[in-house]
């Protein structure tokens, strides 16, 4: 019975398009309880994490009778190239990952209710371990950049979770394939990624997702409007990967091919009819500008002062004018 949960789920899975699928145990992740308070004495966190270590380790908090947990991969590649010097990263050229991924994870929920069982989804903005758990489930292998690397698709993939209260058998982990590679240490722009422990606070995909930056960060932002790729394009597990069948995912035109007007004038409308509906726009449209404006300022593409509705996009316009000493 439990090989037929297991077979009956992968195969829903396939015919929905998703053939990364993988299960664990659910128990409370006792190995990691070190690890992520030292993280957190150690100023590693970010304002995006959850502090309480309990709600990231004991998945039995969100359900108390669970007893497997199901990591499942969805891949968002559609096109590697880059158009210009300014663009945004990859994962958040198609429709909202969070939406998209949302949508799939609940059509699985309700098949598995309806083989009986109980279910409830996870996406992102959780405090789950997802990639932790994306590593037990033999979903791929944990890189030394501390992302997912699967065999099919490369890093890149965004992953959800779907505890249940099926027994169902666990797969197992696959061990780091990296070897003497350290590639990505070597090229990472912050050196963000290290041997020890890897710093997300100075990662530049957090960075560009701030709201308030300090000025030595300008240079390093360098075309980025959100999130960085550097060291999933330069990885060379990346090199050959299966593009993705999910079509939600294919990159709207506008972020592929970016308008450096639009975007040093983007208004509330145009943001809301375009940019808000990826997963860059949960930001705000003025990170999106701000961004936007560092590398229009760097590299002295712009005719005539610019005059901001908003204090903050004011503030970071005097501040790079004093930077660039324009």
């Given amino acids: 019975m439990i090989m037929n949960y297991k077979e009956k789920i992968i195969k829903f899975c396939k015919s929905l398009g998703l053939d990364t699928v993988g299960f664990t145990r659910l128990r409370r992740f006792n190995e990691l309880q070190q ?26 908090l969100y359900m108390e009778e669970g007893k497997t947990i199901i990591s499942i991969a969805f891949p968002y590649l559609f096109n590697k190239e880059i158009n210009g010097d300014i663009y945004f990263s990859k994962y958040t050229r198609g429709e909202d990952y969070h939406k998209v991924v949302s949508m799939y ?16 989804y996870f996406v992102d903005s959780n405090a789950l371990p997802e ?13 030394k950049n501390n992302m997912i690397i699967t065999k099919k698709y490369g890093s890149y993939v965004f992953l959800g979770e779907i505890i249940t209260d099926l027994f169902i058998e666990e797969d197992s982990p696959i061990e780091c394939g990296c070897n003497e590679c350290d590639l990505c240490l070597r090229v990472c722009p912050t ?22 930056i300090e000025d030595e ?21 990346n090199k050959h990967v299966k593009l993705s069948n999910i079509n939600e995912f294919k990159p709207f035109e506008y972020m592929e091919n970016i ?4 975007m040093i004038n983007l208004n509330n409308k145009i943001f809301k009819d375009k940019y808000l509906g990826t997963s860059s726009g949960w930001r705000g449209k003025n990170v999106l500008t701000r961004n936007a404006m560092i590398y229009l300022m760097k590299n002295r593409r712009y005719k005539e002062p610019i005059s901001f509705n908003s204090s903050y996009l004011q503030d970071y316009y005097s501040r790079l004018l004093n ?3 324009l």
Avoid: V
């Fill in 217 to 237: 960060w300008f240079d390093k932002i360098n075309g980025r409007i959100f999130g960085c790729d550097t060291c999933q394009d330069l990885c060379p597990f």
């Fill in 131 to 143: 990639r932790y758990i994306a590593y037990l489930c033999g979903i791929g292998f944990l890189g």
């Fill in 259 to 262: 308008n450096e007007h639009e």
């Fill in 323 to 325: 930077y660039y000493k």
């Fill in 191 to 212: 050196k963000c990624i290290n041997k020890g422990e890897t710093n997300p606070n100075i990662c530049l995909s957090y960075i560009t997702q701030k709201k308030h």
């Fill in 35 to 60: 690890f992520l308070e030292s993280r957190r004495q150690n100023g590693l966190q970010n304002e995006f994490e959850i502090e309480d270590t309990e709600s990231r380790i004991n998945p039995t």
């Fill in 105 to 120: 994870l609940k059509k699985i929920c309700e098949y598995i209710e309806s083989m009986g069982g109980k279910a409830k």
